[in-house]
């Protein structure tokens, strides 16, 4: 690993303290830092350098922030297997799994071959404007103002088509699960066990309780009727859609690969994060 790109709130002072800290061990080591172009004014004092194409030229990347911000941070991947190293600053963060003061010394492990890595199954959507782009958590279709009914047709594979008429469809990877999906009543999946999620809103009639499909199946949802229905990708990509157009929903060809100190017990974040069990 020669370059690390480090993502972050630009306006998170607690962040911008961290990222001093890194980035200081990581010259320190001989490597390179990356930052994006938001934190250009930050650059010179960091000795860090500007890059556009962050997930492409990084060897790793170090994400300092809650859930949100890995999720930014997983948009930024494309075709390359970059790890993600996350950094939880946020007060309920569920993704990212290394505490402060542990970030330093995961770096180092990270560095050393010493490190714990794990794979998390990605989507890839393709909206009506034939542009794919890759999700961490879920896929909303609903509402762009008040709730009301929308009817959708849900093809699985080759399947014959499935109707849904509800207030909107959330479809989900295992880790979004414990999200959207999750309010809106829908079951907790093991990030390691691989498999696509729908989960109706406030079903009315067709799809009434969520279904899980293997995670090597094409999704097609067709819009029946609806309008001013908007479809939100990990709860930052907005994209306008109307009746008449299909979105198509299957397992990116890449996953996002985790790096943390240590196993961590996933019974024991439903715990601490959820408050339950």
Sequence with gaps: ????????????????????????????????????????DLADQWHAEVSQKIGDEADLLVVLGGDGTMLRAAALLNAKRTPVMGVNLGRVGYMAEVSPQEAVSTLEAVFAGKAVCVERMLLQVTAPDERPRRVLNEVVVHWGRIARLLELGIKVGDSREIELRADGLIVSTP???SAYSYAANGPLVHPDVEGILLTPICPFAGLRRPLLVPPDVEIT?????????????????????????SI??????????????????????LREKLAFL
Excluded: N, W
Excluded at 8 to 36: F, N
Excluded at 229 to 240: A, C, N
């Design 1 to 40: 690993m020669r370059q690390i790109g480090l993502v972050l709130k630009r306006g998170d002072k607690e962040a911008l303290v961290l990222a001093r800290e890194i980035c200081e061990r990581v010259i320190q080591s001989g490597r390179r830092v990356l930052v994006e172009p938001v934190l250009a």
């Design 175 to 177: 880790v979004g699960s």
């Design 221 to 245: 949802l067709l819009l029946r009727t609806g309008e001013e229905l908007m479809l939100t990708l990990d709860g930052h990509t907005i994209i306008p859609v109307r009746t008449g157009q």
């Design 248 to 269: 198509h929903i299957r397992r990116a060809v890449l996953p996002m690969i985790m790096m943390r100190l240590t196993h961590t017990d996933y019974f024991d974040i």
